[in-house]
């Protein structure tokens, strides 16, 4: 499929799109690894492509995404249970983003906007000296950072080309 950046034709993947879809492979990309720690728990043992995978998707979601599944694990102490807050909130801010993001286009611009704002909001946030910042190696945080700098920019080239 044709990457075309804008907001008018629907037909082609745009920036938003893009942002979309890796938004939600990186929601989905830790799902491997929590679902083997309760098929093989050995697994967690040591390094190897589930947890590589899973600290990957760690890092490239919203920080405030990370910190609410750390606060549901702490409360609940079930990993199937962010297993699935995982795979339907990717699924469902998918079907609304696009929703949102289809519609009328001063309401696509308008969002473009703010999702440029919160990821930005995001990036500020994991610059700061706060201990959830220095879970990952630093390589991992990076590699979050670089995520994020790209659907910001995939967003402005949107906005740009409308």
Not at 96 to 115: F, N, S, T, W, Y
Not at 143 to 156: D, E, K, T, W
């Amino acid at each position: 499929m044709k990457i075309k950046f804008g907001i008018n034709d629907r037909k082609v993947i745009n920036g938003a799109t893009l942002y979309l879809r890796i938004f939600q492979i990186s929601s989905l990309l830790p799902l491997f690894y929590i679902f083997l720690i309760n098929v093989y728990p050995a697994v967690i043992m040591g390094q190897n492509l589930w947890s590589i995978l899973f600290e990957l998707g760690i890092v490239s979601i919203p920080r405030a995404e990370a910190l609410l599944l750390s606060f549901l694990y702490k409360l609940m102490l079930n990993e199937v249970v962010i297993y699935f807050v995982l795979l339907v909130f990717a699924f469902v801010y998918g079907l609304i983003l696009k929703k949102l993001l289809g519609g009328p286009e001063k309401r696509a611009i308008l969002i473009r906007k703010i999702l440029i704002i919160l990821i930005f909001l995001d990036l500020v946030l994991r610059l700061l000296p706060f201990p959830f910042n220095y879970s990952f190696a630093w390589y991992f945080v990076v590699i979050g950072c670089l995520v994020r700098v790209a659907s910001i920019i995939f967003l402005i080239l949107d906005l740009k080309r409308q």
